[in-house]
C-alpha cells in the first residue's frame, strides 16, 4: 500500500491551493483519512481528518478555511486550503487507516504516509 500526495507550492498570502492524495496497492477499505503538517523547528500536527462515511473534524488554525474530503472510489482525500496564510507554511502528510490484501492473501491493517508535499505561503 502506498499514499501519494500532490499538489503543494508557493502560493501568496491569501490564495487557495489544493491538495491530494492518492492510496493504491491491494486495498480492502479506507477507513479515516487525515492531513498532517510539520513546519521547521515544530511538531506534526494533525490539520483536518475525515472517516469513511464523510465525517470531518479541523484543528482550531484552520477551521473556516480549509475542507477535507474524500473520493471513496478513487481512494483519496484532498485538501482544499483557502485563506491561506504564512503560517500555513509546512510540509503536508496524509495519513490512512488501511485494511489491505497481504502477499499471502491475509487480510491486514496498517497507519499508511505520504511522503510529504511542501506548502510555502509568501509573497
Known amino acids: 500500500v502506498q499514499l501519494r500526495a500532490s499538489g503543494g507550492g508557493l502560493v501568496q498570502p491569501g490564495g487557495p491551493l489544493r491538495l491530494s492524495c492518492a492510496a493504491s496497492g491491494n486495498i480492502f477499505i479506507i477507513n479515516n483519512m487525515a492531513w498532517y503538517r510539520q513546519a521547521p523547528g515544530k511538531q506534526r500536527e494533525l490539520v483536518a481528518i475525515?472517516?469513511?462515511?464523510?465525517?470531518?473534524n479541523y484543528a482550531d488554525s484552520v477551521k473556516g478555511r480549509f475542507t477535507i474530503s474524500r473520493d471513496n472510489a478513487k481512494n483519496t482525500v484532498y485538501l482544499q486550503m483557502n485563506s491561506l496564510k504564512p503560517e500555513d507554511t509546512a510540509v503536508y502528510y496524509c495519513n490512512g487507516l488501511i485494511q489491505y490484501y497481504s502477499v499471502e492473501r491475509q487480510l491486514r491493517g496498517g497507519d499508511f504516509w505520504g511522503q510529504g508535499t511542501q506548502v510555502t505561503v509568501s509573497s
Open positions: 475525515i472517516t469513511s462515511g464523510g465525517s470531518a
